[in-house]
């Protein structure tokens, strides 16, 4: 099959011919349909978060069952699924919690690259290849069958790909880690793929107030689109000022981080109210520190937290936001700016550097 394998950090990846192994115990098969072209691919394109090369990456996907490996039985060949990049064991202490986003054996794997069982499904003669577990900048992909979650024939697999990632991170931080309810106050720092399906989250939960900060204003205007009831300009304005004045100076309720920086991290914080929320989504470089006055943590009883992958519940949630877009509450269709082949993936990666993307899909169909 082809794909595009990464080779070396800071290049480009390599179209080849590859080959790719039968599903083992537990492992199912996919034809993708569409990939989502999502910022931690290119982190890792650019060695910002370390992997085993050569590695085949793209974990926001969508699909059709292609074969059945032994002991699955909840998946037939033909269905439609969506693709969680993250593998939850369901025995380990996290999972047991409810916590499965933070598996043990599914946080070892985004580190290893490999299957549960510890090697790959991906070869070029005898080179091993391996996985971002979900591997779906290529023509197929083998996959624990955890990670393939079934969905209805009415929503298109282009649009379904992107809750695979994106939007579940998004809406999740939202619906998961902050609770947002109806009538709350909300910042939201950073309009981009992530930051607007945040927006959408605090919409759908019935925040009264939407704030949005960014530098760039054609994302503003898009974030306006989705939902934002109000727009700060990061370059004149200051989103704690804004958002105190919003609220008769106590500050918002949750402010979300979707950037991924270390300054913006500190004005979620500066600007929740006395017992508000501030919850980091974004990822920073490794190594980053934050700087926050420590005294209201204490006698403010403010909260700063992260979100790893919206502090998803896969099934369940995948479930949720297919619903909600077929109530017609969650815009997926409107996410995507740009759609490419997979020969064009590096224009693809070449758009999303330059900001010009709002979510960039790859179509094999």
């Known amino acids: 099959m082809r794909a595009a394998v990464l080779r070396s950090y800071g290049s480009p990846l390599c179209l080849e011919e590859i080959d790719i192994l039968p599903p083992e115990q537990g492992e199912v098969k996919v034809r993708f349909a569409a990939s989502g072209i999502c910022h931690s691919d290119l982190t890792r394109m650019e060695g910002k978060r370390n992997s085993e090369l050569p590695i085949v990456l793209g974990h926001e996907a969508a699909g059709y ?62 080179e091993n290849i391996y996985h971002m577990m979900v591997s779906s900048f290529a023509e197929y992909g083998v996959v624990p069958a955890r990670c393939a ?53 605090a919409v759908i939960a019935g925040a009264s107030i939407v704030a949005v900060a960014d530098i760039n204003n054609e994302k503003l205007k898009i974030a306006r689109k989705f939902g934002a009831t109000h727009l700060i300009d990061g370059r004149s304005q200051d989103p704690v000022s804004v958002v105190r004045s919003l609220t008769e100076g106590r500050g918002v309720d949750h402010a979300f981080e979707a950037i991924g920086q270390t300054t913006t991290i500190s004005q979620c914080y500066n600007a929740i109210r006395s017992g508000g929320k501030a919850v980091v989504v974004g990822i920073t470089e490794a190594g980053s520190c934050c700087e926050v006055e420590s005294m209201p943590l204490v006698v403010q009883e403010k909260i700063l937290t992260g979100s790893f992958y919206g502090s998803y519940r896969p099934r369940l949630d995948i479930e949720r936001l ?38 960039g899909v790859i179509r094999y169909e």
Do not use: W
Request: glycine letters at 14%; proline letters at 4%; hydrophobic letters at 35%.
């Open 149 to 201: 979650i079934k969905i209805p024939d009415e929503i298109p697999l282009e649009a379904a790909a992107l809750i695979g990632c994106g939007v579940l991170t998004g809406t999740g931080a939202v619906f998961n880690t902050s609770k947002v309810c109806p009538g709350d106050t909300v910042l939201i720092i950073g309009a981009g793929g992530i930051g607007l399906n945040v927006i959408q989250g």
């Open 65 to 126: 069952i292609e074969e059945i490996g032994p002991s699955v039985s909840h998946l037939a060949v033909g269905d439609r699924v969506v693709m969680s990049f993250l593998y939850d064991c369901g025995n380990c202490f996290y999972c047991c919690a409810g916590k499965p986003n933070l598996c043990e054996v599914g946080q070892r794997l985004l580190r290893t690259g490999t299957m549960p069982n510890g090697t790959t499904r991906l070869r070029k003669g005898d």
């Open 322 to 359: 297919v619903g909600f877009y077929l109530d017609r509450r969650l815009r997926l269709d409107e996410l995507i700016s740009h759609q490419y082949r997979l020969d064009d993936i590096n224009e693809a990666f070449n758009d999303l550097r330059s900001g010009i993307l709002t979510r």
